[in-house]
DNA sequence: AAATATTCTTAATCTACATTAAGTCCGCCC
DNA sequence: GGGCGGACTTAATGTAGATTAAGAATATTT
């Protein structure tokens, strides 16, 4: 298991002794994951912490109609799951699957309150990265409510380079909330009026 | 300065000491903001933690044509701010003010840092209090990228019930992201169908 | 390399919701 | 208590983006 990504992620925020990151280490499994296989369903509970190390992994709803809308993209340093099911130990909503091959870290949920024991740094840790989290999940949500879909592509593009040039047009669309068939016609006018 | 409210929500995920609540209680400060008044205004730094004891707060962003997108309303219990201007110190892109004369209990954001390190368990109950924001954050983006108006409009009176008794209608229209005419639209419509 | 599935494109038609505009109702301040 | 600004309604018109459908281009599997 190649723990460096993570290590060097935790070191930003916090700093560990070498015991401490045995203590941690001693926690962490890995995992692959085949592209298009799931990490979570829908109706599962998510009872895990999870970092990618390698590929890439998407979340998203499942609405009536069976159209996917997705929340999050996970490159690798990223971390996902499915909070509501996480805290409270229900069913999930969201489905966790993997666009690419793809390699985790992860840490049961066990396992992560006797890391909080033992070294309570890492409270801190996970408090910086849920307020990171919450951070964008404000700003996606204003991006949402005043955006118009273009403007909503444009900052998609700003903000994950490098994931509109690997990612197939219909995720970036369900994305940005609007139908593959509409990306494709505001692409073609956008390149058309230049 | 009533801290009943806040200790009662703090007991919920930790438990404090006597000494430990005096040293909470030397950090907090309480501040009246009257109906139309700004606790934060867009451009200005978030410098604090804020816990609403009674009243309304309203958190929003106001796009280029000059219309209010409503985040997140704060009653009693609740917590509210700018989390990206509160992380990096720079200024807000958020606003928040007084939907009704409220009053709120703060913590600097020196005072916070204090506070971690004479009471370590402080970074647990913010970490569980940001990741219950993450979770509610993930369903609220959920509902806005899947459900119709009327479907959004549902959702928040199950979710609110003693808000939409008392909030303008215009305010929830902001909310759930629609206009207020549209809104009244759909509120006739639907009783008239009964 | 063929077969199959998935993604992307184009175009016609449709609809949920926005915009504009006018009028009504109500609380609040002088 | 009369004026006034804000909240709500109604209705006509406009539009961003959805839906449907069909074909072309690319991957993926065998």
Redesign the pocket.
Known sequence: MNTDLLLQHISKHISLTGEEEDILKSVLHSKKIK??HFLLQEGEVNKTATFVTSGILRIYSIDK?G?EHILQFAPPGWWIGDMKSAITQQPATLNIDAIEDTEIIWISKEDLEKLYAAVPKFERFFRILAENSIASYQQRLVNNLS????E?YDNFCKLYPSLVQN???????SYI????????????NLSEKK
């Open positions: 592209k298009k109609n159209f955006l118009s879909a273009a909503r990612l197939p047009q219909k995720q970036v669309a909330g609007v139908t593959p068939e509409f990306l494709s016609k505001m692409l073609s």
